[in-house]
């Protein structure tokens, strides 16, 4: 089979691989490229019935791997490498990130060769994806050591089935002359419109009660939340296999959150000090306070808003000469925009620099409860500023879960 007539094969026969020929796909797949000629890769082959069952539990018992002659699991390896160069001498120092990225590079190119060569052989393969979902449990199952971790699983024997074709978006869809050039919503509509018409994709749509083929994909086969569980699941194995350490998931993440985006959305909280109407623009991100502004809620000197408004968006200006300037934006229930101009100057100057202090402490995600702790602790002596510490208390306890909700003043 070569490549314009391949096809991903589920269904095979019982007649087996001999070991001859799988060997010769494995070595001859190590011709394929490879990062500083090192071989970052290994590969567990699994054919004895009883393990093979129990590896394809974890793969969910999916029939291709019930049903295959051989599994076989390639893996990222900086194993052997950093073995090697303790036992000469070399101080190794791929135990991180962007080790296991490129052990993980030279695994895919290595596992695709394979899949290339056996297809040109006439055997079958499927590519089993489920390899990263539940990597702790192959690792055990597989006996892998530290820095080696599972990316890819090929289940291969001799077809029993010969399936159409699937469908491919354009070349336009993914090739780019020069730069890269933006989706418009035209562009999509154009590039996808011959996957979204396909009967195969038609009869998805129906079966999963959708009304759109992204809907599959985003609502039932891939979702939000089962990827987000995912990603965790994987940092931990990364954890486990020695690629990553407790330390670097707390750098990648600061320079990203240390960076303020240019909108963020809010929540505005009014609340009552003795006599004084205030309000709060709570700038949140992941739905987690980021940053706030607090201040009198008032014509004259402060902010004054329509009732309804309690939701919005601050967004960051920053002039020619590098001044910075928030501004809040709202959208009445016409769907108009109003922006109000100048957070930062609407406000007495003493709670701005205060609302700064304590925005730096809430993008480093100190724990609200110790936010709200520190903010209570600071010995204030003019009785506005005892006031702004504990509008801002207030406004922020309603993001702690289960605290006692607040009494909000609404009356404008
Ligand atoms: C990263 C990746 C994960 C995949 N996971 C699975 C899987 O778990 N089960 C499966 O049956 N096919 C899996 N496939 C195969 C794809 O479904 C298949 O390649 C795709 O639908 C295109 O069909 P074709 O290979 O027949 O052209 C996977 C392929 C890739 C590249």
């Not at 899949?115 to 040109?120: G, M, R």
């Not at 702790?136 to 159409?164: C, N, R, S």
Request: proline share 5%.
């Amino acid at each position: 089979m070569n490549i314009k007539t391949r096809r991903t094969i589920r269904k095979y026969t019982q007649q087996p691989i001999p070991d001859e020929l799988l060997n010769q796909l494995l070595e001859d797949a190590a011709r394929t490229q490879t990062m500083g000629n090192l071989q970052l890769y290994s590969v567990v082959v699994t054919r004895d019935e009883e393990k093979k069952q129990k590896l394809a539990s974890l793969h969910f018992n999916q029939p291709c791997a019930t049903g295959a002659a051989v599994l076989l699991t390639v893996c990222a390896d900086f194993r052997r490498t950093t073995d090697w160069c303790n036992q000469r001498e070399a101080t190794p120092g791929y135990d991180n990130m962007f080790g296991f990225l490129n052990a993980a590079t030279d695994a895919l190119l290595y596992t695709q060769t394979l899949c290339n060569l056996a297809e040109e052989e006439g055997l079958g393969v499927c590519y089993l994806g489920t390899t990263i979902y539940q990597p702790q449990d192959i690792i055990e199952a597989l006996g892998l050591p530290q820095l080696v971790f599972p990316v890819a699983t090929l289940t291969m024997g001799w077809p029993a089935e010969k399936p159409a074709q699937t469908e491919r978006l354009p070349l336009e869809a993914f090739v780019h002359q020069e730069t890269y050039q933006p989706y418009t919503a035209e562009r999509i509509d154009t590039l996808y419109k011959a996957k979204e018409k396909a009967r195969q994709n038609q009869k998805f749509v129906k079966e999963n009660n959708k009304s759109t083929l992204a809907q599959v994909f985003a609502d039932v086969r891939y979702t939000k939340k089962e990827f987000e569980a995912l990603s965790q699941n994987m940092l931990c194995t990364l954890l486990q296999q020695g690629f990553l350490k407790t330390a670097d998931l707390a750098s990648p993440i600061t320079p990203m959150i240390e960076t303020r985006p240019e909108v963020l959305d809010c929540d505005v909280v009014r609340f009552q000090n003795q006599k004084e109407k205030w309000v709060a623009f709570v700038g949140l991100m992941d739905n987690q306070p980021y940053e706030i502004f607090t201040g009198l809620m008032d014509d004259e000197e402060g902010i004054s808003l329509p009732k309804s408004v309690v939701r919005g968006r601050i967004i960051k200006h920053i002039d020619r000469e590098g001044r910075k300037r928030y501004d809040f934006q709202f959208e009445n229930k016409r769907g108009y925009k109003t922006t109000v101009e100048g957070l930062s100057e609407k406000f007495n100057p003493e709670y701005w620099n205060y609302a700064k202090l304590i925005s730096g402490v809430l993008r480093y995600r100190m724990p609200l409860d110790h936010v709200i702790r520190l903010v209570g602790s600071l010995e204030l002596d003019s009785d506005s500023i005892n006031s702004w510490k504990t509008g801002v208390a207030r406004a922020l306890k309603k993001y702690i879960p289960g605290a006692a909700p607040e009494e909000e003043e609404t009356s404008n």
